[in-house]
């Protein structure tokens, strides 16, 4: 798939370069082209979260945060070696874990065929959404979508107090 | 057939922005071709859809475009400033 090479290439790109400010903008190309890649998946809806948390407020956020630190990554002081090891071992039981999963698409896995296939003959009669990974969102989890976008809003808040102190305290000296 | 080769069109550009992000000297051509990138997966999603005959989805394409705008005026903003909490309209002080 040439949209999960090129993530790949922008991921290199991301551990190769030491300015952070290219760092930041090379995440947000990184994020539109995983909501691509979500959206060449059918879901729609992460793909929006992903373009929106992503490369719009983790952005703005990001570059808050550069404001704080300075342009310059130090390099580091320690071999890379154990982190290395420690990756390739977690990767390496990862790829093992997938190696079980069902193909993509299959209709006949647990997943499609016990609570899934409720939700698709039930939705659209239940909700009137046409999507229903939206439907589920929206309307069966309703209170808990709900209760996240309460702890995004809540975190939203802390930062920008966060943020407002400092420059509260700078404009004093 | 034709959005068939669009989407390959659009794949090549986003591959040509990614080199330039990657190799882009400055912090401006990565800055345009991020924006290239961004830009790139809107036509994506809008080719995508009308390819698997939905193009209901072109309206998270509008989305798409108003974070790309956000995106690159926080950089810039910041780039001009040194500082988000600006509230810009003057030459920077230092």
């Known amino acids: 798939m040439v949209l999960l090479t090129l993530m790949a290439l922008v991921v290199i790109g ?35 979260t992903e373009a929106a948390v992503g490369a719009g407020v983790s952005t703005v956020l ?12 130090a390099a580091p002081r320690h071999t890379p070696l154990l982190p290395m090891f420690v990756a390739v071992v977690i990767g390496a039981a990862l790829v093992y874990g997938s190696v079980d ?34 439907s589920v969102l929206a309307s069966y989890r309703g209170y808990d979508t709900l ?10 808040i802390g930062v920008l107090l966060l943020l407002r102190r400092n420059k509260r305290s700078r404009s004093k000296d | ?32 071709a991020a924006n290239t990138i961004g830009n790139g997966a809107i036509l994506l999603l809008a080719v ?8 209901e989805f072109l309206d998270i394409g509008i ?12 950089v810039l903003k910041y780039f001009r400033y040194g500082d988000l909490g600006h509230r810009g309209g003057e030459e920077p002080s230092q």
């Open chain 1, 62 to 73: 990001m570059l808050a945060a550069l404001y704080l630190t300075k342009v310059e990554e």
């Open chain 1, 101 to 134: 999963m069902p193909n993509f698409g299959d209709a006949f896995t647990p997943v499609n065929t016990h609570v899934g296939s409720g939700y698709l003959v039930r939705s659209i009669p239940e909700t009137g959404v046409d999507n229903v990974v939206s």
């Open chain 2, 48 to 55: 995508f859809g009308f390819l698997t005959e939905r193009p």
């Open chain 2, 63 to 74: 989305l798409y475009a108003l974070l790309n705008i956000v995106g690159t005026i926080a």
């Open chain 1, 14 to 48: 991301v551990v190769r370069l030491r300015n952070l400010f290219a760092v930041v903008i090379l995440s947000s190309a990184y994020s539109f082209l995983m909501a691509s890649v979500l959206i060449v998946l059918d879901a729609v809806d992460v793909a929006m």
């Open chain 2, 1 to 32: 057939m034709m959005f068939a080769v669009a989407a390959f069109a659009v794949l090549v550009s986003l591959g040509l922005a990614v080199i330039r992000a990657l190799a882009g000297p400055t912090v401006f051509d990565r800055m345009v």
């Open chain 1, 147 to 156: 209760g996240e976008t309460v702890v995004v809003f809540t975190a939203g």
